[in-house]
């Protein structure tokens, strides 16, 4: 079982490194105040996200810790957490969009569905998202089972156990199973949970995605 900063399997023939944000090994700061208090551990969804994304893209793994940085100094970390449509729009202005291997096209946080569906069926890129209120994951491609149409998730916090995400897995991706430690009311070690990163999802909770463009 994985439980260490990153886990890495093979997915349909691709290899995928999961950024595990529940590790507390995450101790970068990501913070747009100072002193620095939040880390990638307890913030850095969005910075994961992104870099979930420009491997799929891509094939190359980057690197948490300097997106973190860049993020903050560029206007993509303030106090409600990392803002997309700012860090998307200066990794544009930088270049390093292109490094990452998408296109942003500066339309800020979208909810038309359809048009994210045509974007993933089509293999036009990825796309950045909430699945609940408050967390970014990554959108890697879509499917229709039974008439739903679901998206296949990678999750830096692996919540498919949280009552607020459970109820829209439909499928889990059995190597991206990331082990928890659990603590009860004083703090101490109570059980293990096992998560997973990576899952097909139903699009009903989705919202506020943005569409990144494959090169």
């Known amino acids: 079982m994985k439980t260490g900063k ?4 093979i997915f349909q023939g691709k290899t995928v490194t999961v950024f595990n944000q529940r590790s507390r090994l995450w101790t970068h700061p990501y ?7 939040a880390t990638l551990s307890s913030a850095g969804c969005g910075v994961f996200s992104i870099c979930h994304c420009g491997q799929w893209l891509t094939g190359h793994t980057f690197d948490p810790e300097a997106l973190a940085d860049f993020s903050t100094a560029n206007g993509g970390r303030d106090d409600t957490g990392t803002n997309r449509p700012e860090l998307l729009a200066s990794m544009m202005k930088s270049g390093l969009a292109r490094a990452y291997g998408f296109r942003y096209e500066m339309d800020g946080l979208r909810n038309d569905k359809e048009t994210l569906w045509d974007h993933l069926a089509a293999h036009r890129g990825i796309a950045l998202c909430n699945l609940r209120v408050g ?4 959108l890697a491609d879509m499917r229709i089972v039974d008439g739903e149409k679901q998206a296949l998730v990678i999750d830096s916090y692996s919540e ?11 499928e889990i991706i059995r190597d ?3 082990e928890t430690e659990e ?5 101490f070690y109570a059980f293990s949970r096992t998560q ?4 097909w999802a139903s699009g009903e909770t989705i919202r506020d995605f943005n569409l990144l463009h494959a090169l």
């Open 135 to 138: 967390h970014i994951v990554s």
């Open 160 to 170: 498919t156990s949280d009552p607020r995400v459970t109820p829209i897995v439909r």
């Open 196 to 199: 997973y990163a990576m899952y």
């Open 6 to 9: 990153s886990i890495n399997f």
């Open 183 to 187: 603590s009860n009311e004083k703090g």
């Open 176 to 178: 991206s199973a990331i």
């Open 31 to 37: 913070d747009d105040k100072t002193p620095q208090m």
